[in-house]
């Protein structure tokens, strides 16, 4: 089955202490990207990857690292979570060309206290 | 980067045609309109894309006019299970573009009423 898997699903931790989030495709996408979603501001893009070793900033991508050292895979990395970065959060993937169209996986929902 | 305006929630009972219109006054020439659906709990689904005039599918009408300043979903004689966020996406994607920054704004929130 053609899938974005995000793990973990649920995660509460403390303020300073890294964590990573993984996300994983199985439909050879090129294009990855991480979103956060927070109520009344919407989706907001964090960092996208256009391919293996390219990675870009989105619109809110302070706090965050991201890596892409393989085509399935796309880590969110937070090195050191703050409660603002307490979230719903969701990876994606696409073909180039057709980033319009994304699959999403079923989202991390993060608290950090 | 093309950014996008709707309402930000909607209300509309069992059996009637909901429209949800989006305002992208920015638009590029080669950027497509799409449109995603996100249920409690999961993550957004697409849904339509079109680039102009009408498109329609199994599950939605998008209607789209010749300036493509904005864009019309219909969801045609809604039921419960419609209660969704609906977003609307245009552009920095797909085709003509090369970036693969994408703005998917607040959405909007359209609950149906038995």
């Known amino acids: 089955e053609a899938q974005v898997t995000q793990n973990p699903r649920y995660l509460i931790t403390v303020t300073g202490k890294k964590l990573t989030v993984t996300c994983s495709q199985n439909m050879n996408h090129e294009y990855m990207s991480w979103y956060r979603q927070d109520p009344g501001l919407g989706l907001r893009q964090i960092y996208y990857?256009?391919?293996?070793?390219?990675?870009d900033k989105g619109d809110v991508p302070e706090g965050y690292k991201v890596s892409r050292k393989e085509k399935r895979n796309f880590p969110l990395i937070l090195e050191s979570p703050s409660p603002n970065q307490t979230s719903l959060y969701f990876c994606?993937?696409?073909?180039?060309?057709?980033?319009?169209?994304?699959?999403f996986g079923a989202g991390t929902r993060l608290s950090v206290l | 980067l093309a950014k996008t305006t709707q309402p930000i929630s909607m209300d509309s009972y069992e059996g009637q045609e909901v429209n949800i219109t989006c305002s992208h006054n920015n638009i590029a020439t080669n950027d497509y309109i799409t449109w995603y659906q996100q249920f409690p709990s999961q993550g957004p689904r697409f849904i339509i894309q079109?680039?102009?005039t009408k498109v329609k599918n199994e599950v939605a009408s998008l209607f789209i006019p010749a300036d493509r300043k904005s864009s019309t979903l219909s969801l045609p004689r809604v039921s419960l299970s419609d209660t969704a966020v609906y977003y609307c996406?245009?552009?920095?994607?797909?085709?003509?573009?090369?970036?693969?920054?994408?703005?998917f704004g607040r959405g909007t929130q359209l609950t149906v009423w038995p």
């Open positions: 079109g680039y102009k």
């Open positions: 996406l245009v552009g920095y994607g797909g085709r003509g573009s090369t970036l693969g920054r994408l703005y």
């Open positions: 994606a993937s696409s073909l180039t060309g057709r980033e319009d169209i994304q699959y």
């Open positions: 990857s256009m391919n293996v070793e390219v990675t």
